[in-house]
Structure formats: structure tokens, C-alpha cells
């Protein structure tokens, strides 16, 4: 059984960092793009940034580029987001995401084949 676990969201200032992690279980983790996405409260869910299985490409949403960062680690399978400069509309439920499938395929959400349940994050003004 595949599980993706996420851990690491809590409350935190604007301007202030969070690390989230994802532990995944069940899959030859190192064959999977990893990917991160958010929902607001009342809006869909979007894409946040994806990781190749290798670790060697990385995409991000404009809307955190230059202050998130994923990252991956092959041996503990475990994806990371590393978030700074946090701002209130950051605020979100965020899940982990694997996926199979080409690489471009997971920024639409359609390319993937696992979710997390998901970590709350809360940025506050």
C-alpha cells in the first residue's frame, strides 16, 4: 500500500520559514517525480513545484519561485519544500504528490498517481 506522509506545517509569521517533508512508503520512490501542491480555503487545488525522480530538474509556480525550494532525498524517501519569505497568501493545505508519469504531466495534477492527506500551513500578517 502506497502512503505519502507529509509533517512540518504549522503557523508561522509573514515573512518567516517553514521545511516540509514528505515520507513516502510502498513505491520505488527513486522511479517517481515528487511534487508539491496547495488549496487555499475556497479555491482549487494548484501546483507549487515538482522535483524529478533524479533530483536534477526542478520546476516551481511563479507565484513561489525564488522562495520555495524542493528537494529530495533517494535514501530516506522523503521530498522536501523549503518555504521563505512566507507571505498570508501562502496559507494552505499542502500536499505531496508522486507521480510516474512525464515530468510535465504533474504540474495539471493530472500526471499523478499518489497524494499525501495533506499539512496545514497558516501564515499570519
Known amino acids: 500500500q502506497v502512503q505519502l506522509v507529509e509533517s512540518g506545517g504549522g503557523l508561522v509569521q509573514a515573512g518567516g520559514s517553514l521545511r516540509l517533508s514528505c515520507v513516502a512508503s510502498?513505491?520505488?520512490?527513486?522511479?517517481?517525480?515528487m511534487g508539491w501542491f496547495r488549496q487555499a480555503p475556497a479555491k482549487e487545488r494548484e501546483f507549487v513545484a515538482v522535483i524529478s525522480w533524479s533530483g536534477g530538474t526542478t520546476t516551481y509556480a511563479d507565484s513561489v519561485k525564488g522562495r520555495f525550494t524542493i528537494s529530495r532525498d533517494n535514501a530516506k524517501n522523503t521530498v522536501y519544500l523549503q518555504m521563505k519569505s512566507l507571505k498570508p497568501e501562502d496559507t494552505a493545505v499542502y500536499y505531496c504528490?508522486?507521480?510516474?508519469?512525464?515530468?510535465?504531466?504533474?504540474?495539471?495534477?493530472?500526471?499523478?498517481?499518489?497524494w499525501g492527506k495533506g499539512t496545514l500551513v497558516t501564515v499570519s500578517s
Open positions: 510502498g513505491l520505488t520512490f527513486r522511479s517517481y517525480n
Open positions: 504528490a508522486a507521480s510516474s508519469k512525464s515530468y510535465s504531466t504533474v504540474f495539471t495534477g493530472n500526471g499523478v498517481d499518489y
